[in-house]
Structures are given as C-alpha cells and as structure tokens.
C-alpha cells in the first residue's frame, strides 16, 4: 500500500540531505576546536560538551587566568542538525548516543518494539540540544519553589528568574523587554517562521474553552499558546552555538573525547582518564572536575569511577571511593500518550502541515535559501502547546501538558515517525496504515510531574558498554490516572468548533489491543495509555540535588559532589524533580548559575 508514495517521501528526504550539504556548508561553525593539541593540565576539566557543558566552558572561560577543557564524545555539529526540519532523522543518528530502556513489565510501553523506549541523548558538541525539538520554555514557577522546599536551598523561582533573562535573547513582539524577560542573552528565541491555519485554530480553540492565550514563560503557565524555539535565522541555535562561538585561547574544546573514569587522589578529584580519538591520556585538574554528562551520563562515569551504591559496585567488581546511594536513583521522564489524530480530509488540502506535501515542492528549498523562511526554517508540525490542570491539580500548577502537531503518527506512512516512537509493526499496521499520506493533525497530553521512579544501573564496568535504564513507567497508578484525564481533555479539544471548519473528524479506528472496550470511557482510556504512552524524552533527576542529610543526594545546592572534593555535575541529572515542561531551557539556566558559583569560589572578589 502507498508504495509509489513511501518511494517518493524516501527520495525527496535523501536528495533534500544532498542539498542541504552542498547549500549550508559555512552558515555556522563552532569556535574554539582544537582536539590534536591537548595539554596534560588544566585548572577545569569539564566532561560534557552538551547543553550545560557549553555553557559552562562559555562562561568560565570569560575569566582570562581561567584554563578550561572540554571534552566530548561526539563530534562537530553536521549540516543536516542545522536545519530546524530535519529533527525527526537526528535521534537514532551518528548524533545520538542510541540508549534503549530496559522492557517495561509493569503495564506501559505494549505497543512498542519489545515494550522498550529510545532514549535519544546527543552526541556531537552541543549534546541533546543539537538534536531535540528545540522548544523554549521555563517551566512552572511552582516547581522551583518545591525544588527549594526539598532541599535545593536558593533554588526558588525569585532566585532562577534573573538567570532565565540573563542567558534569553527572546524576539517576539508580545515578549519585548519586561521584567520577566531578557534581550541580551546568547540563547536567541523565536516563534517559528512558518506555521499552519491549524495552530491558530488550536489556539482559538483554547480561548473557546476559557483559558489564556498568551505567554507561558512569564510566571503563570496555564493556558495555551504557539511555541518558542531556539533557532536563529532559521537555523538550530543550541548552546554551543551560543556560548562556544567566541574563540578564547583559554579554553580546549576535544571532540571525540570518550571519558572513562575520573582520577582520584584519596578522595580528590585531580582529573580524568580519557580516550581522544584513539589516543588513551590522563589529563588533570589543578582546581575542579566538572561532569556535565546527562541523566545517563553522569551517574554512568560515576559509578565507573567508584562513586554509587556500595553493594552494586562491589557487584561490578569496582573499588569503591564513596558510599553514594542516590547515584543512578530518582530517575524520572515525562511520559506522553501519542495517537490520537484528527483528519481534515482533501477540503483543506495544505491546511495540515503534512511535510509529504511540502518535501515534494521546490518551493520549500528555494523559501529556505533564499529568506531562511518556510517550513524547513521549524520543525516538523510541532507547533502549539497549552498547560491544563485536571481534577487531580490547580490550575497555578497544572499537571498535564498538551502538544499540538499540524501532523499525524501516519502521516509517512510508516517510514519516519513509526520508528522515531518505536511502535511496533503490529501496532502501526492494525491502527495508523489507513492515514498513511493524509492531512490531518494530532496532540498528546503529558504527565508534567510524574511519580513513576526509575533507575540507572551499571551492566558491566567497562566504559563502552551502556547502562541499564530502567524509568518504571506507569509503576505509580497516579501516572495513569492523569494521563486518562489529559486524553479526555485533548479528545475534547480536537472535537471543538474551532477545527470543524477545516473539516476536522476524529479518526475513530478503535486501537485493536483496547477493542473490547467501549471507546471513550475511563477502560479504554487505560488501555490507550498501556499501548500508546512512551517517552517524551525529558529524562532528569539521577543524581539528585539536596541536602547533606539525605540520603539520596548526591549533590549540594552548589552542584558539589557529597563525599569528595573538588568534583562537580551539573546537568539535568541533578534536578530533584523535572520540571512541568521541556527541560533545555532549564539546564542552561542551572549552568548559567553554576558558573557563577564556581567563579565565586575560585575568584578574590
């Protein structure tokens, strides 16, 4: 079925890379590279060249007595992650570490390939932010004020505002200079370039049901509203764009740069033993060690090099350097219920945001050369986003997010996005097959404060071996419970009167697994949520932020490691509990002001 179809959508994508190759060659490069002339001594070493990482080696770097190392594993940022469009072939690429969760047995993930979830983490400078969605947003002020109240001292939203506008250069009209918002950051954010009918449709359709349209970012979050993107003249814009473009002879970027353990002397960091290229070296610290590896990451190289749970490191036959129980613990990620899709049918023929349409058009490439405007200049159909409450929450601090996507699971018929979630054949072809190639769109609820915990684990004490991820989807019933409430929600919104004039119906095909349940009520619901509910890939929370006297923290309020000296994370690892939205944002701001910390407490002021 719709084979001359996947033959075209396969050749358009592939000649579309060519070009993009031969056209964007020298629209960008990251300063600051030098992988074949390396020292064997810094005063910072930090292991990580991704969202936090870059920043970090940006802003230290600033202080001109300051020697700083990069190190990461992946390589330069190619010209295929410079184009906003191109988001969906990144995870599973050469950019993308490739992790794959442990099977989920307790009810979540059946209707993916071995009840399994990608974890895409980048791998190239840049890290996750050279390969995700690129979506700006906070978070809710609520949830840094509970970080507080856990035992993240001076973590409050008072105390993270002045970083948001501090690293923000935000461009849309309605987001002009206040008191919420920066103008001068290196993080540039923009409203897409080219969005469909079908986002204000979604908006009006907000407005319809009595919330606010407007900005989520201001400190009230509830409401709906188009999103923002860090991209730049129509290109990617992630945080090595931002803060590594600036070439400074202080600071070492090595790419390709594969950290295997840090050194210890006692129970001081002096340094890291690494592979560059091939080339195995120690290279050491004269004052810190920072790791900025990631949720998987960090708590990976940890325990490699001693510091974790004493009885599973003793199981891997490491020596232990630090009794740290928290390490690999308090795992947590965003889990979204995908599917559900509306049809718009031929009547409104480039209403929807099929990009099948827009690949086969020369009109797309010439837009994008020409004004770096048009569909390649954002991503693919993500367009809108709204924070609603159910009747498990407030609505200062709604528990679902919603994503509005001017297209549909089926919308490749098969080729792309079946394998970006990991559905499984047998799921794709008994539900979405019959929409391959159709205009429509589609929305899913996510949980934003998730009680399922997780935990990574070592699966062998040799470096190259990933860990074991385990993020316990759906084990707390809460988890389900709100998604079904979000799923009534977002039903509700696709239905509404604001999309009837395109011709919008649901595409009411009951999911075969959940066909003896009466479409609609709460059983089927759940159903949907055990087939269809995977990651949203806003993993956080492996290495904990706390107070000394708990036992699962594993670091302080100022990133520093309990139980050694002189060795730091700071990463979204470190977060007591994600965020209500999409973390990139967030992370920058943490290192933002970890730089700080670290400048206070090395400089004389």
Known sequence: ??????????????????????????????????????????????????????????????????????????????????????????????????????????????????????????????????????????????????????????????????????????????????????????????????????????????????????????????????????????????????????????????????????????????????????????????????L????????????????????????MGIPVVYHSPGVGQNLQDHIAAYGLTWLTGASSAGAAYNPFVYTTDPKTYWDWKMTRTGPLAAPIGVEGNAFVATKYANTSWPDIQITFMASHPGFDGGTTYKDFLMISDELYESYFAPTAFTEGFSMYPIVSRPESRGRITLASSDPLVAPRIQPNYLSHPQ??????????????IGDSEAFKRFGAKFYDRPLVPCSHLVPGTDAYWECWVRYLSTSDHHPVGSCKMGRKNDPMAVVSPKFRVYGVRRLRIVDGSTMPQVISGNINTPIIMMAERAADFIKDAHLVR
């Open 292 to 315: 900025a590896g990631g949720v998987v990451g960090s708590p990976h190289l940890m325990m490699l090099s001693g510091i974790g749970p004493r009885d599973h490191l003793q199981e």
């Open 1 to 290: 079925m719709f084979s001359w179809q996947k033959c075209l959508w396969n050749t358009a994508t592939h000649m579309f890379g060519a070009w993009v190759i031969f056209e964007s060659m020298v629209t960008r490069d990251i300063g600051n590279v030098d992988q074949y002339n390396i020292d064997t001594e810094y005063d910072f070493i930090i292991v990580g060249g991704g969202t936090a990482g870059s920043v970090l080696a940006g802003r230290l770097a600033e202080v001109d007595h300051f020697k700083v190392l990069l190190l990461e594993a992946g390589g330069e940022q190619t010209d295929k992650i410079k184009i906003p469009w191109f988001h969906l072939w990144l995870p599973n690429s050469p950019h993308d570490w490739k992790f794959v969760t442990e099977p989920n047995y307790n009810g979540a993930l059946k209707g993916f390939m071995d009840q399994k979830s990608w974890w895409w983490r980048g791998k190239a400078i840049g890290g996750t932010g050279a390969i995700n969605t690129m979506i700006y947003m906070r978070g809710n002020r609520n949830d840094y004020d509970y970080w507080e109240s856990l035992g993240a001292r001076g973590w409050s939203y008072k105390d993270c505002l002045p970083y948001f506008k501090k690293l923000e250069t935000i461009t849309p009209q309605d987001h002009q200079p206040d008191f919420q918002h920066g103008v001068s950051g290196p993080m540039v954010v923009e409203e897409a370039r080219h969005h469909t009918v079908l986002r204000d449709a979604f908006l009006e359709a907000g407005k319809g049901f009595g919330f606010r349209v407007g900005d989520q970012n201001s400190g009230y979050q509830t409401g709906f509203a188009p999103l923002l993107f860090n991209i730049r003249d129509g290109h990617r814009w992630s945080s090595a764009d931002a803060y590594l473009r600036q070439t400074r002879g202080n600071l070492h970027v090595a790419l390709i740069a594969h950290v295997h353990r840090i050194l210890f002397r006692r129970r001081t960091a002096v340094g890291v033993e690494t592979d560059i290229r091939g080339s195995k070296m120690k290279i050491y610290a004269k004052r810190e060690v920072i």
């Open 479 to 492: 988890d389900t419970l709100t998604l079904i409430e979000g799923l009534k929600i977002v039903k509700a």
